[in-house]
């Protein structure tokens, strides 16, 4: 195993590592260090390779721009779709992930159909979030798109959008690092589930370190550190009391 990290080293510094700010998979905690579930399986990797490579937190549309544009970027963690499949190197399944919208806590809205829904409310979402392209191909009529969680709550809460579409512990967790309490918002619809990846732009001789990567990410989710950690995070979300999360075959769902 040594002299496979250190051929692989030998290419993996030349790597950029950037992430968005969407807990609990990854996020800024209040004290500014880079931190979540999937951040914890690239600094392993990163471990296991001797040296450390800074990683990046930037608005979504920004990640997905420098993925598609520049050589040798590592970005985690987006979802795989049809449209994507062809784009990017997908490295590593971590995490599978509910799609819901949320209204605030005292919404008279009654919901009996994501047709409905979309049809008469103002639905938040992210700008360059995969979810504003699924609500596009299902014609949303009233979009309000953002750059920022952080904001998309404030807007919520403060009655300028009547829905957020966004993920159970992204939306708690942000309630939390604004000073909210979880029951300031009201689950009305889960509307659909993405397989959530590690991924790595493509560029010419990409492949061969792309193969590398997903050999040692697939050593590190049969390892024992990879069950004490999905064990780990597991126990800690569902603490929170506020969701639901499980693990199958390595992968984590909420």
């Not at 990163?46 to 549309?61: N, R, Y």
């Amino acid at each position: 195993i040594g002299s496979v990290f250190a051929t692989l080293a030998s290419d993996f510094t030349d790597l950029r590592f950037i992430t968005v700010d969407e807990p609990p998979a990854n996020y800024l905690s209040q004290n500014g260090v880079v931190s979540g579930y999937t951040v914890d399986i690239v600094n392993h990797l990163q471990a296991q390779l001797g040296f450390v490579t800074d990683i990046e937190v930037m608005p979504e549309s920004r990640a997905m721009h420098t993925l598609e544009q520049d050589y040798g970027v590592v970005m985690f963690s987006i979802s795989r779709t049809a449209e994507r499949e062809h784009k990017y190197h997908w490295l590593a399944h971590v995490i599978s992930k509910r799609w819901a919208f949320y209204s605030r806590h005292d919404s008279k809205l009654t919901i009996t159909s994501l047709e409905d829904l979309l049809d008469s409310n103002t639905v938040g979402v992210i700008r360059g979030d995969i979810r504003q392209s699924w609500l596009k191909e299902k014609n949303a009529r009233y979009l309000v798109e953002l750059s920022e969680y952080d904001r998309a709550i404030e807007m919520l809460l403060g009655e300028r959008i009547d829905l957020l579409f966004y993920e159970s512990f992204g939306i708690f967790s942000t309630l939390q690092k604004l000073g909210y309490n979880s029951n300031r918002v009201k689950l009305q619809f889960i509307a659909n589930e993405s397989d959530v990846y590690i991924v790595m732009s493509k560029f010419a001789g990409s492949e061969k370190l792309a193969n590398k990567l997903k050999k040692h990410f697939a050593e590190i989710k049969t390892s024992d550190w990879h069950k004490k950690h999905t064990a780990t995070w597991q126990a800690k979300l569902n603490m929170l009391g506020i969701a639901d999360a499980w693990v199958v075959d390595g992968v984590l769902h909420y």
